[in-house]
């Protein structure tokens, strides 16, 4: 029979992920549908503690910061049309208010800082290999909060480049957390602001260093979220209308792949109890007095706790 599309078979990795992991999650706006799945299924999780980031040098800065549990003060801020920002975080964190901006980055580095340190998967999502460098200070920025664009330069990363901002990843995790496994991946939303071409040469720059990086270290492994997406679905019917995102047809396909190499069969097994509490807990009744209600309640009851006997750090 002849076959109509090329398929990534999944294999089972080393060091699985399990309920008594801890994840780490850093980069692109695809680390957010990785870890909503995650989140879910109510694994420890710890997602972007600056934010949506794209390059390696704005990843390679928060997990530095974090690291060294930083102390942001108004001095490593900018006021940009009445709002406080750092150009290290995502615009989530800019405020009109200056101690609230303060309040809400050095707060989220403390938790990031306690949990580097106990995390037992780290997963950094690449999402170009473009960047902007601010003129003034001559450091990559993670985002520009609409400040006018003369003042920074747009460049290239070279491929050795992002592969030192890797490696200086690993180095600095390593340096609090020697037995944590760094999982790779490039994102596949598509970034065309840049260019066609010029979107799929950042790619390259970013694959290209990953696999020069992971080669090189024995606690870094590739996720091919990027490969499937291109050689695997290669269709627009799994994109977004605006044909750059994946859509909730293919985040589910790269989830199950994940889910299949990195998620431990134990786990699984957990997941499939979890999953059935939540679609019970999403059940809204016509009317809560009735008799299969409150059977229907009291069975929601005994699997939450049977859960909780096992797991008591899950709350639902």
């Known amino acids: 029979m002849t076959a109509f599309r090329t398929e990534i078979t999944p294999k089972k990795e080393h060091f699985q992920i399990d309920y008594k992991s801890k994840v780490l999650l850093i980069g692109s706006c695809f680390t957010e549908h990785i870890s909503k799945k995650l989140d879910y299924f109510k694994f420890d999780t710890l997602t972007n503690p600056f934010g949506i980031v794209f390059n390696s040098s704005a990843i390679k800065t928060a997990v530095s910061h974090c690291v060294l549990n930083k102390i942001y003060a108004k001095a490593d801020l900018n006021n940009h049309n009445n709002l406080w920002s750092s150009f290290n975080h995502h615009s989530q964190f800019s405020n009109p208010d200056l101690e609230t901006t303060l309040t809400g980055i050095n707060s989220k ?19 170009t290999a473009w ?35 890797l490696d200086n990843i690993s180095k ?16 596949p939303v598509r970034h065309l602001r840049n260019g066609f071409a010029e979107n799929m040469l950042a790619k390259a720059h970013l694959i290209a260093a990953v696999h020069h990086h992971i080669s090189n270290n024995d606690n870094s492994y590739y996720v091919p979220a990027y490969e499937i997406m291109m050689d695997d679905l290669r269709d627009y019917r799994f994109y977004e209308a605006d044909m750059i995102h994946p859509n909730s047809t293919a985040v589910n396909y790269i989830w199950d792949y994940f889910k299949s190499s990195w998620l431990s069969d134990k786990a699984n097994t957990t997941m499939i109890k979890i999953d059935s509490i939540q679609k019970d807990l999403q059940h809204r009744p016509f009317n809560i007095n009735t ?25 639902f």
């Open 109 to 127: 580095i403390t938790e990031a800082h306690k949990f580097i340190k106990e995390a037992s998967h780290i997963v950094i999502t690449l999402g």
């Open 131 to 165: 960047v902007y460098t601010e003129k003034e200070s001559g450091k990559i920025v993670a985002n520009c909060h609409k400040i006018p664009q003369q003042n920074f330069t747009k460049s290239l990363q070279s491929i050795p480049q992002i592969t030192s901002d």
């Open 172 to 187: 600095e995790i390593e340096s609090v957390n020697p037995h944590a496994k760094l999982l790779f991946t490039v994102s």
């Open 291 to 315: 008799d299969a209600y409150k059977n229907f309640k009291q069975n929601l009851d005994k699997k939450i706790a049977a859960i909780a006997a096992i797991h008591p750090s899950i709350k």
